[in-house]
């Protein structure tokens, strides 16, 4: 009778460690986990400024901002008119053209938040993202570029291992 009881204790275990998981997995990816696609446009009220985005949407999810299994890009709602993402020569160094979206995975090669390379170009975070990827491997880590449909001269770079994601901008080839 312990014995069965043993094995049922461990099949309830397991079923609800994957149950857990897989309720996990639905809500937010990281760790290989790539978008199809950037955010799509914004529409509606314009939200708090970037800086403030504070703590995590959901309990277990980044205090990033980062991307839902849906595809729903979490802190990307602040509207075109914010003045956080205004630039006085969007695409000042030209704009990037070796690929931009889930088909294309670079790997981070050096740097910093201010300035970060892969492959012989160059890009940096906007200062305002900077906590955002205190935890980011500059000389490892994956990322994916995406346009920012809402701010010109912006790019988001979603890194693949954390599954959250900063705004760049290009600086051109080294």
Known sequence: MNRAFGHLAVV????????????RSEEHHGGG???????????????????????????????????????KWVGHDYGRQDAHFHLDHPWAHGR????????????LAGGAPGRFWFGGFY????????????DWYW???EIVLYDDPDHDGWY?????RLG???????????
């Open 12 to 23: 309830l275990l397991l079923s609800a460690v994957a149950a857990y998981a897989q309720g």
């Open 33 to 71: 986990h790539i978008p199809e696609h950037g955010p799509t446009p914004f529409r509606g009220e314009a939200h708090a400024a970037p800086q403030s985005h504070r703590g995590p949407d959901r309990p277990g999810h980044p205090e990033a901002p980062h991307v839902h299994a849906d595809g």
């Open 96 to 107: 990037f053209t070796l690929g931009i979206g889930r088909d294309h995975r670079y790997r």
């Open 123 to 134: 890009f940096s975070v906007a200062e305002f993202d900077y906590p955002y990827c205190n």
């Open 139 to 141: 000389d490892r880590d």
């Open 156 to 160: 988001l770079a979603y890194n693949v």
């Open 164 to 174: 959250t994601y900063v705004h760049v901008q290009y600086l051109g080839p080294g």
